[in-house]
Structure formats: C-alpha cells, structure tokens
C-alpha cells in the first residue's frame, strides 16, 4: 500500500472531523473547499481523472464561491452546537457499524473480477475507438454518446434548478412591500 | 480479519466514515449553511464509494494511447478492404478484372495484419472502469445544481425570519 494514498486518507478525515467541529462557518466553507480538493486528488490516484477535474472545479471552485456568497447574503458566521448532542453520534455510529457489517461482503479493493468490472465495461473499452473514429478518451465517449441520454438529463436538471434559484431569489420592487406578511408559506 | 482483507477493505470504511461525518454535520448543527455543507461532504463520499468500486489493480485511467488508436484504425480500414478483397476474389474466376482488385486486396490485408499485431502487444494495458467515472461526472453536476438551490432557499429563509437557525425558525413557526 502507498503511503501516498494513506496521508491522503488522513489528510480527508482530519479535514471532514475539523468541518464538524468548527464553529465558525468561514472557517468551515473553506475547509470544505479544501476537502473536495483532497477528494479530488483521490480520485486522480482511482484512475478517475475526468471526475478529478470535475471535482476540482467544481467542488472546490464553484461550491465555495456559492457557499461564501450565501454566507455573506444571510450574515451569520456562527453555528451553536445543539445541546444534547450524544443523540446524534449515536445515530451515525449504528448507522457506520451496519454500513461497515456490509462492506465485509464487498470484493475487494482493485479486484479485477468484482461484479463491477464483468459487465458491460470491458466492451465499452474495446469497441469505443472505432465507434467514434478514433476518439481516445474513453469517459468522454461514453459520456456524450453511449450514455447521451443522461447527459441530456443533466443539463434539463440544471436548467431547472437555475430556473429555480432565479425565482427564489427575484424581488419585485412593488410586490416587496405588499407580499411581506404573506410570504411565510414557502418554506414551511 | 485477516490483514489482507483490511488492504482490501479499507477504502469502503474511510468512505464510510467521510459519509458518517456528513451525516452527523446536519443531524447535530441547527445552522442552514452548515446543513447544506454536511449534505455536501455526505455526497462527496458517494462519489468516492463509485470512483473506489471502478478501480482496477495495476489498471491506468481508461484513455487509450494515441498509438494504439492509430493502430486500430488504420487495422479498422485494412479489415474493410481485406474484406472487399475477398469478395473480389470470388468474383475473379467470373469477371476478369476483378484479380487486379483481389491483389490490391491482399495487399492492405497484409499490412492489416501488422497493424493487429501492434494492437495486440499494446493490449496488455489494463484500464480502469469507465462506467463508474461518467455515472459521477453527471452526479457532480446535479449535485452543484442542488446546492445552488438549497443555498437559494437558504437565502430567501432568511429575508423572511431574519434568521438561519433551525430551531429559531421553528420557535417563530408555532409563536405565529
């Protein structure tokens, strides 16, 4: 095992433990920018240099950006702990244990002939350079071409949800008086 | 629990316990932004399970080098044209000049064949699973999509309260 891949490992827990921990929310907006960074940098050892990328900018980049904006809109840089808080650390230590109950009957780690690898992977590699004339990358043609659809999907997603925020976040300039005391029903 | 099932496990529990973080982040703080950021890392760790389950042992990213893509092409076309000659062959004891076109044939069969060779030397190389790899490039995407609109919301919650702690909003929910 690399050691590489295990002070990465360690670098990701410490930074997702300081997350919770920290009380100040600027603080926390960047450790998670420092956490997608580090998931990133995993990644990229998995073989996942597409998802690396992806992650990076996105993760790292835009969620930041749209965390730190929100945080200077709403003005409120502190987080109060709830009081009683053994509930919820008993919560996700079952919850871990069973999860962790479960992964003893997962293949292991890199296996070449884990259920994953059997089907329909290896044709996507073999057929893929001449399916699309000569095109290398692999993720990216199964992403634009055997797999369109979902892709499709995707950005229909993503123009709803900005469609979405546009309308959360519009204020008229002459319904912003009249609608105050009603406006309450949407986030009950 | 032998060592080697550790090495072999190991990754399923670190995502496991990135996933129990997140988990706990928005059971245990009442402030919205902080919600939103445990939800974050809670499907950061997702991402990983899915990259962690397409890795293959001595297996490199699944983009094929530009040689062997040459290779295969130019194989590609040589298999169409060898197959072109067969045919030609056939018809050569009917038509006449259809021998001249059959040579032509065997010819770039030939050179088809060097050209699969090279394809199979360079076909040791074992890639990793794509499939995992795209199924997350679409997640990330969703994903930031959904933050985008929980921030949002997040947003509005608190030009309507004032406030962005949970239990405020729901104090001021029953005191209305």
Redesign the interface.
């Known amino acids: ?1 690399n050691i590489i891949v295990f002070a990465l ?1 360690a670098l ?2 410490i930074t ?2 300081a ?2 921990r920290l009380r100040e ?1 600027w603080a ?2 960047m450790f ?1 920018g420092i ?2 960074f580090l ?1 990133a940098s ?2 990229m050892i ?6 690396a990328f ?2 990076a900018a ?2 790292a980049g ?2 930041t950006v ?2 730190l904006s ?2 200077a ?2 003005g ?1 840089g ?5 009081k009683s ?1 053994w ?3 008993l ?3 079952v ?2 244990a069973t ?2 109950y479960g ?2 009957d ?7 002939d ?1 259920p ?2 059997l089907y ?2 290896p044709s ?2 073999e057929r ?3 399916d699309m ?2 095109l ?4 990216t043609a ?2 634009a071409s055997y ?1 369109g659809y ?2 499709l ?2 950005t229909t ?2 123009l ?3 469609i ?2 546009l309308l ?2 519009r204020r008229d300039p002459k319904e912003a008086s009249a609608t105050e005391p009603s ?2 029903d ?3 | 629990m032998t060592l080697e099932t550790i090495a072999g496990l190991y990754n399923y529990w670190m995502v496991i316990f990135l996933m129990m973080t997140g988990f706990y982040i928005v059971l245990a703080r009442k402030n919205l932004i902080k919600s939103v950021i445990g939800l974050n890392i809670f499907q950061t760790s997702v991402f990983l399970l899915y990259i962690t389950m397409g890795k293959v042992n001595n297996g490199t990213a699944p983009i094929i080098p530009p040689a062997i893509v040459e290779a295969q092409k130019s194989a590609h076309e040589s298999h169409a044209g060898a197959a072109a000659g067969g045919v030609a062959e056939h018809g050569a004891g009917v038509a006449e000049h259809g021998a001249g076109v059959a040579e032509h044939g065997a010819v770039v069969a030939e050179h088809g064949a060097g050209a699969a060779e090279a394809v199979h030397a360079a076909g040791d190389i074992v890639y990793s699973n794509p499939l995992p790899s795209v199924l997350m490039l679409t997640a990330i995407v969703v994903g930031i999509a959904t933050t985008a609109l929980a921030l949002a919301l997040v947003v509005r919650i608190r030009e309507d309260y004032g406030t962005v702690d949970e239990e405020r909003i729901l104090e001021l929910d029953r005191g209305e």
Do not use: C, F, K
């Not at chain 1, 997962?106 to 070449?112: D, E, I, K, S």
């Open positions: 095992m490992l990701l827990a997702a433990v997350i919770a929310l926390a907006i998670t956490y997608s998931s995993w990644m998995l073989d996942a240099p597409d998802v992806t992650e996105v993760g835009i969620s749209l965390m929100t945080m809109l709403t409120q502190e987080d109060i702990p709830r808080s509930m919820p650390i919560i996700v230590v919850t871990g999860l962790v992964t003893l997962m293949p292991a780690l890199g296996a070449p884990a994953v690898q329909p992977s996507y590699v893929s350079v001449e004339h000569g290398p990358n692999v993720v199964l992403l797999r979902d892709t999907g995707e997603v993503v709803t949800a900005g979405a925020v959360i976040l406006a309450g949407e986030p009950a």
